[in-house]
């Protein structure tokens, strides 16, 4: 986060075939993630949702929805080079 590591806890909560949902938190914040995979064309269209919440923060007020974005690109576009390389 803003540049240094954000160390949290992840928990897988299922995988399918066309999907993987996981959870993780940082102190007070739980956030869930769930990707979506769905064949379009010669490729793979992937779909990204993400859900974060607190009791004790209002994070509707400091949502760093940049950050998170960056942070969604940079994954996504390494789960990509590693689907795409030999095996």
């Known amino acids: 986060m803003m540049g240094l590591p954000a160390p949290f806890h992840v928990t897988i909560d299922a995988v399918t075939e066309s999907s993987v949902v996981w959870s993780s938190w940082k102190g007070p914040i739980l956030g869930t993630r769930t990707w979506r ?8 269209l992937v779909t ?8 004790w923060l209002p994070l509707a007020l400091f949502y760093p929805r ?22």
Do not use: C, N, V, Y
């Open 37 to 44: 995979f769905e064949a379009e064309g010669e490729g793979t």
């Open 48 to 55: 990204d949702h993400k859900r974060f919440e607190s009791r």
């Open 66 to 87: 940049p950050l998170i974005r960056q942070m969604s690109q940079r994954w996504l576009a390494d789960l990509g080079a590693e689907a795409s390389s030999e095996p």
